[in-house]
């Protein structure tokens, strides 16, 4: 397969062509709006956006869809770090330690450093299309169900010490998140799990729901007449003054890097969306990490990883969408469809024989994400003036930003009342000192888990084997071993050191 | 973040990891009985219950521990979330949500923003009637702006959908 | 300020009340006066997506009108078919359906909250999508009675599902004949895209939408398909009774319904512009490369299509062991 530089070149041939560029930055404007508003998802935009794309030639189409894919990504950290707001399922993560940061006056300086992991990643994401589709597919395939439960094994256990607090609340929330994502119809079986006769339920509880349900308004329940006022002096300052410092930068390279190794490992493995990315690089920062008691309070490796992983594994996204035809999310089945509409028959012919409409792809990568940086970076100081606002005017518009945005994932006003009733329910496990983080983990793998544990089993007609017989699995279960006994290790033998780290968390 | 009394803190946070445990307990244990009920299956085909029955029973095991181990924990609990009620905003935002549900389904976006901005502003006992009218006006101009006109979003400007 | 903010939301109500009473008397002469809405179980960009979208466009032009997709996925289209069947029956708000919906419905599920059949009139039908019977690149298998011969001799078999349709016409095969497999299900048909291609599987019946393409593109091998008649999109592919199983015949179709009491004016309208759409070439091309058939029935035939097909949906649920929710 040749993988040539005549070929990028062509590529950027078609997306310089005026039109072309024009689409790219509707598009990559139109994904970093809705990437600011909360709840409202790629996927609504892009349902939005399809219907005009109907006039446009395909490589326009697809180039202006794909913008709004990766630009909503720029959008989504914004909020997470300045209002602890998670306002894309990707994003929550970074609240822990973004909004943190931004309470001790460095929120400039941690949405600066998101650039440059998104930057970071993208290119990685966008270099890793270019020279390796082909062989990456081909990884994809060797990840059958026994290999993916393993993973999402080993993600449940990682993450589960993922928020600040007692581990052991910590292991609770995983498996209340894991009971929530039981909710609805089961897949193998069509029986409703915990629906009590509602149809709404059927398919679950909405993730934009639970997430802006336990983080927004439990965070708005909290903070209703009772917010210690952040210090906005700082909101003050110009852009150059929030530019991260060297020794932030320093420590957040490695972070970046590997925040996007694992973007572009989950982005091979069918089905592994960027939510699970950059989880899962959140969790394995804090894990390697010589100081984990900092992640919580404000550790800028916790906002460089998850966000370069987030960003690394959308740009992966597109290669078995691309070079398979085979999308690995919801956003992805949406491109395909758009491309189907065009009359472009997705599969592995693709590149060669739509070599305007991949290259051309490839090469808007590299100019959707240039018009990005140009667009955020000089934002960064406006989106910090809004901490000046005050808090009794943003939360109510905040709360009807929710509302609508909440409403437009799936077009049902069911789902804004389950986002109350999370808010609620999230509250009093704030007061119970529960930290609900880990329940996003838990709802996002525990059903991948359980379908793969299922399917994987099924497959072997029965025999637990198959997990350790296969070789990928076995080193998956090897790791999930390895961590559990250093943890019960690092428990018997440190009683000593859990002092400090008390508290340190409690400060 | 000391809001609430420090004797009311304290008796609560010595409580606060039962309550804890406690509704483990009883979300765990809810989900085990339900689940029950669904079918177990076996090994070949794993039934639908299988999977809730063994996450509730574990859930309800760590929500005993939890409130067994209470008394060790408790000490550390000076971070929580400040433990004096506030009826008013929490009635406020509860009411601001539902009645944008309501709205949004018979009465339209305007109507529906409008509403919901002006009674989760009032929760806040420092906004006055007309501080949280103009907020709730301003927002509404922007969010039928962005919402209706650029982004299409599938609720009526006026009237029921 | 509240006060005159309530007194005007007031008259604001009385004005709409007021056109709601007025409006149907007019409303069947000026049809339609203000934008459609087509309601489907899917989500945006799914392959029923792109079918309907391509309609609702062509509608559009005939009714002047917008004509506007609500995606209402979830609940195996549940939640869409309950929105419209309580939904004005003005003909403004109307549903795209596929027949594993209206007819399959019933017997999946316990205490819907509609009637499939009572609560919806059919329209007009414009098109039958074909499942496709795929194996493995890799497989030996050439022909249904190949694989139906493997099966015969093969322990614990391997057949994967993602939805009914999918499902219960893996029944209808196995049912006729005469072999067992254990089914796989999976959630959507391309994350069980890896199982068949490395054989894992021993056969699945995919949508032919997202099935033709991969077919054509040698990524899977078809055996058969499901309709009467040979699919365009895959013109040397045999039928299921062309390869040798008699009476078999699987094709979910779609067709546009409107809630009970929609005016018949209206309904003619309406039945009268999808039956300009569908024998148009363009169509026919849209169709075919989509792995679907153009099939223009008119309402009242649509709907003694469905009521004939129940019985046989009944039964394959029943085989299927399938315990109605």
């Not at chain 1, 169900?145 to 993450?159: D, F, K, P, T, V």
């Not at chain 2, 018979?106 to 929760?123: I, M």
Request: with cysteine.
């Amino acid at each position: 397969m040749d993988t040539g530089f005549g070929d990028l070149i062509h590529g950027f041939g078609v997306a310089l062509q005026w039109q072309n560029l024009v689409y790219c930055l509707i598009g990559v404007l139109a994904g970093n709006l809705v990437g600011v508003l909360p709840g409202m998802g790629v996927l609504s935009a892009i349902s939005i956006l399809l219907p005009l794309t109907y006039g446009m030639p395909p490589v326009g189409a697809v180039l202006m869809l794909a913008g709004l894919a990766y630009g909503a990504q720029y959008g989504g950290a914004i909020c997470s770090i300045l209002l602890n707001l998670p306002c894309h399922p990707p994003h929550a993560v970074t609240c822990l330690d973004g909004f943190p940061l931004t309470k001790q006056g460095k929120g400039g300086t941690a949405l600066g450093i998101t650039m440059m992991g998104a930057v970071f990643g993208a290119a990685f994401g966008i270099i890793q299309m270019i020279f390796t589709a082909p062989y990456i597919a081909r990884i994809a395939f060797s990840f059958g169900s026994a290999e993916i439960c393993s993973l999402m094994l080993l993600g449940l256990l990682a993450g589960s010490t993922l928020a600040k607090g007692s581990p052991l609340k910590g292991v609770a929330m995983t498996i209340l998140g894991l009971l929530l994502g039981l909710v609805g119809q089961d897949a193998n079986t069509g029986v409703e799990r915990f629906t009590f006769g509602i149809i709404d339920l059927d398919d679950g509880v909405e993730l934009v729901a639970l997430s802006l349900g336990l983080f927004g308004i439990a965070e708005f329940l909290r903070g209703v007449n009772n917010t210690a006022p952040i210090d906005t002096a700082y909101a003050k300052l110009g852009v150059s003054d929030m530019r991260p410092s060297r020794a932030d930068m320093k420590r957040a390279a490695f972070p970046i890097l590997r925040g996007t190794l694992i973007g572009s490992l989950c982005s091979m493995i069918p089905g592994t969306g960027p939510t699970i990315a950059s989880f899962v690089a959140y969790a394995a920062e804090k894990k390697i990490s010589k100081t984990p008691e900092r992640f919580g309070h404000g550790a800028i490796e916790g906002v460089a990883a998850p966000e370069s992983s987030t960003h690394s594994s959308v740009q992966g996204d597109f290669i078995p969408t691309m070079s398979l035809g085979i999308p690995g999310d919801a956003v992805m089945a949406l491109l395909l469809g758009a491309l189907i509409i065009h009359g472009v028959q997705p599969g592995p012919r693709l590149i060669i024989e739509h070599a305007d409409i991949f290259w051309g792809l490839i090469a808007s990568f590299w100019i959707g994400n240039l018009m990005l940086i140009f667009l955020n970076v000089p934002m960064i100081g406006i989106w910090v003036k809004m901490l000046m606002v005050p808090y009794r005017f943003l939360f109510p518009s905040a709360l009807f930003f929710i509302c609508i945005g909440v409403f437009a994932a799936k077009n049902t006003l069911f789902d804004v009342g389950t986002t109350l009733f999370f808010g609620l329910f999230g509250y009093l496990l704030l007061l119970l000192r529960f930290e609900p983080a880990p329940i996003l983990l838990g709802f996002v793998l525990g059903p991948r888990f359980e379908e793969n544990f299922r399917r994987a089993l099924v497959i072997a007609h029965g025999d637990l084997n198959t997990f350790v017989e296969r070789p990928i699995s076995a080193v998956f279960l090897a790791l999930c071993l390895l961590l559990v006994g250093t943890q019960v290790w690092v428990r018997l033998r440190g009683p000593k050191t859990r002092i400090p780290t008390t508290l340190l968390e409690t400060e | 973040m000391a809001l609430g009394g420090p004797l009311y803190r304290m008796s609560f946070s010595h409580r606060r990891d039962y309550y804890a445990g406690a509704l483990m307990v009883l979300v765990g244990g809810g989900a085990a009985i339900i689940g029950s009920r669904y079918q177990m299956g076996s090994l070949t085909r794993m039934g639908p219950g299988y999977f809730p029955t063994v996450l509730g029973v574990i859930l309800a095991f760590i929500g005993l521990v939890i409130a067994g181990s209470a008394a060790y924990v408790a000490p550390a609990a000076a971070e929580a979330p400040s433990l004096r009620p506030d009826w008013r905003g929490w009635l406020c935002i509860a009411a601001a949500a539902l009645l944008f549900i309501g709205l949004a389904r018979y009465a339209g976006l305007v109507a529906a923003t409008f509403v919901c901005v002006f009674v989760a502003a009032l929760g806040d006992r420092e906004n006055s009637w007309k501080e949280s009218a103009l907020l709730a006006a301003g927002v509404t101009v922007f969010g039928v702006l962005l919402f209706a006109f650029v982004l299409h979003v599938q609720i009526p400007i006026f009237g029921g959908m | 300020m509240n006060c005159w903010q309530r007194g005007a939301r007031k008259i604001l109500l009385g004005l709409i009340a007021l056109v709601a009473l007025v409006a149907p008397a007019a409303a069947q002469d000026n049809y339609p006066n203000q934008p459609i809405h087509v309601v489907i179980g899917f989500a945006a960009g799914s392959g029923a997506d792109i079918l309907t979208r391509y309609f609702t466009d062509k509608l559009q032009s005939l009714a002047k009108q917008p004509v506007i997709v609500d995606n209402k996925p979830g609940a195996t289209g549940n939640i869409a078919l309950r929105a419209v069947a309580e939904a004005k029956p003005d003909g403004y708000t109307l549903l795209f359906s596929a027949n594993s919906n209206m007819a399959g419905s019933r017997y999946l599920f316990k205490d819907l909250p509609f009637d499939t059949i009572k609560d919806f009139t059919p329209i007009a039908s414009f098109a039958q999508i074909a499942f496709v019977m795929v194996v493995s690149p890799k497989s030996p298998l050439n022909s249904i009675a190949d694989l139906t011969a493997y099966l015969k001799k093969k322990q614990g078999a391997l057949s994967g599902y993602t939805n009914q349709t999918g499902q219960l016409s893996t029944e209808y095969y196995k049912q006729l004949a005469g072999v067992t497999t254990t089914p796989v299900a999976y959630k959507a048909t391309p994350d069980a895209m890896r199982d068949i291609i490395e054989g894992q599987l021993d056969f699945m019946i995919i949508d032919g939408t997202f099935g033709a393409a991969q077919v054509r593109q040698g990524q899977l091998k078809a055996l058969a398909v499901t309709t009467a008649q040979r699919s365009p999109s895959l013109p040397d592919v045999p039928t299921m009774q062309e390869a040798g199983i008699a009476n078999f015949e699987f094709s979910p179709w779609w067709a546009a319904y409107a809630p009970k009491g929609t005016p018949q004016p209206i309904l003619d309208k309406l039945q009268n512009w999808i039956l300009q759409v569908t024998p148009l070439p363009e169509t026919a091309q849209f169709l075919k490369d989509n792995g679907a058939i153009p099939q223009n029935d008119t309402g009242p035939q649509a709907d003694a299509r469905l009521k004939a097909e129940l019985p046989k949906w009944e039964s394959l649920v029943k085989a299927a062991g399938i315990e109605p929710q």
